[in-house]
């Protein structure tokens, strides 16, 4: 699994990529790999909010690079809506300075 990828992963898919179906299928893996961690951490902590540490952890490896890839594909907006976003934004904030991975 890619977990901890840099800024720029999107445009090395696009320097790597030889055409359009390679830098598409690279970039819409990375989108659905990445929706998969929040969605995990997301459900576990609907099941137990004492599971916060572990969504604000998921939170900031991984919102940064949901925004850059909504840019590109922009259909994901139907699940990462702009409330969506506030929520996740709202949860980083109000925990910002806690539950810093070791």
């Known amino acids: 699994m890619i977990q901890y990828q ?3 992963e999107v445009a090395d898919y696009a320097e790597v990529a030889n055409d359009d179906t390679q830098k598409g299928s690279g970039i819409v893996f990375d989108f659905v790999e990445r929706t998969g961690y929040l969605l995990y951490a997301i459900g576990e902590y609907k099941k137990s909010t004492n599971n916060i540490a572990l969504l604000v952890q998921v939170l900031r490896n991984q919102v940064e690079h949901i925004k850059e890839l909504l840019d590109v594909l922009p259909a994901g907006r139907r699940i990462f809506t702009d409330s969506l976003l506030e929520w996740m934004e709202n949860i980083l904030e109000s925990n910002r300075g ?3 991975e070791q």
Request: aromatic share 0%; net charge neutral.
């Open 6 to 8: 840099n800024n720029h």
């Open 98 to 100: 806690m539950h810093i």
